[in-house]
């Protein structure tokens, strides 16, 4: 088992910047991945970014060159910079976590994040 809790949400005008954390509950080396997605209302949730075990990053096209996702094993903690923020980056943003046992994969995820980007 795993418990993610995502921290740093708020209200930024656009152009702005915000860091997101997601803290696990064990060791971060101990799981396959880890990463951040993101919900708009009326919209479905989709991929941000995503960090490996062996720090293997992959980003949304949307967001390449504007955010960061990384990493601190001491804290076992995974942030994402996000940096000109736009209107459309406005969603609640989820982090999880992706286990492996015996060649089955779990997936947990946080209880998400609200972000807002205003005008």
């Known amino acids: 088992q795993v418990q993610l809790v995502e921290s740093g949400g708020g209200l930024v005008q656009a152009g702005g910047s915000l860091r997101l954390s997601c803290a696990a509950s064990?060791?971060?080396?101990?799981?396959?991945?880890m990463g951040w997605y993101r919900q708009a209302p009326g919209k479905q949730r989709e991929m941000v970014a995503t960090?490996?075990?062996?720090?293997?990053?992959n980003y949304a096209d949307s967001v390449k060159g504007r955010f960061l996702i990384s990493r601190d094993g001491a804290k076992n903690t995974v942030y994402l910079q996000m940096n000109s923020l736009k209107r459309e980056d406005t969603a609640v943003y989820y982090c999880?976590?992706?286990?492996?046992?015996?060649?089955?994969?779990?997936?947990?995820w946080g209880q998400g994040t609200q972000v807002t980007v205003s005008s």
């Open positions: 960090i490996t075990r062996g720090v293997t990053t």
């Open positions: 999880d976590a992706r286990s492996e046992f015996r060649g089955y994969e779990t997936v947990y």
């Open positions: 064990r060791s971060i080396f101990s799981l396959n991945a």
